[in-house]
Structure formats: structure tokens, C-alpha cells
């Protein structure tokens, strides 16, 4: 699935394409250029972010829901307006616990979610 709006000053929602992302996660990247990508990811109860690392500063904020989050060696349960900072390199995963939206915020931008 080839992502089109790289660049793009504006991109609307409903012009963006839902991604699965895991079993109950679906993910839409919104806007994004070589430098920065702000991607949304919706969660069923139960979904798993799998342990994971990346090349990447990541930010994380909650719109809705409940998540335990793991970011190194940490381990916190966050929901509504709560943000996460999650370093290059660094493990980090989570498990919904009330379904959810969370926003992430990349840079650089994720080439493999493209």
C-alpha cells in the first residue's frame, strides 16, 4: 500500500488509508515529510505493541483510552492528554487496556510505515 501525501501542507483524515498494525491495531499516517511523521493508531482492549525499537525519537500522546506502557525499564499505565518520550534505541511496547487512540509523532519520519 503506497502512502501519497508525503509533503502534503494539509491532509485530511478521511484521505488517509487505515493500516492493520497488529491483531486489533489500526494505523494511518497523517501528515509527514523526510524530517517528521505524525502517525494515528487506534486500539481494541487487549491490542499488544509488541516490544519493539527503532532508529527514531518517538513522542506518544493518548487521546483516548488506557495503555501500559514498558519504555526501557519503566512501566506505567497512562491515558487522556499523558505523553511518552521514547528515545532512539530505546525498547518500548504497550497493551491496551481500554480501547483507545494514541497519536505518535516520529523524526525522522518511519520509511518502513511508507
Do not use: W
Request: glycine residues 12%; proline residues 7%; charged residues 20%.
Amino acid at each position: 500500500m503506497e502512502i501519497k501525501h508525503k509533503n502534503q501542507v494539509f491532509v485530511p483524515h478521511g484521505e488517509t488509508l487505515p493500516q492493520p498494525a497488529g491483531e486489533g491495531v489500526v494505523r494511518r499516517v497523517l501528515a509527514y515529510g523526510p524530517e517528521a511523521m505524525c502517525v494515528e493508531n487506534v486500539f481494541q482492549a487487549g491490542a499488544v505493541g509488541a516490544m519493539h525499537h527503532h532508529p527514531h525519537t518517538q513522542v506518544t500522546y493518548i487521546v483516548s483510552g488506557r495503555f501500559r506502557f514498558t519504555v526501557g525499564d519503566q512501566v506505567r499505565e497512562v491515558g487522556p492528554g499523558d505523553t511518552l518520550l521514547k528515545q532512539d534505541g530505546v525498547e518500548h511496547g504497550c497493551v491496551c487496556l481500554e480501547p483507545g487512540v494514541m497519536v505518535d509523532f516520529f523524526t525522522p519520519m518511519r520509511e518502513d510505515f511508507v
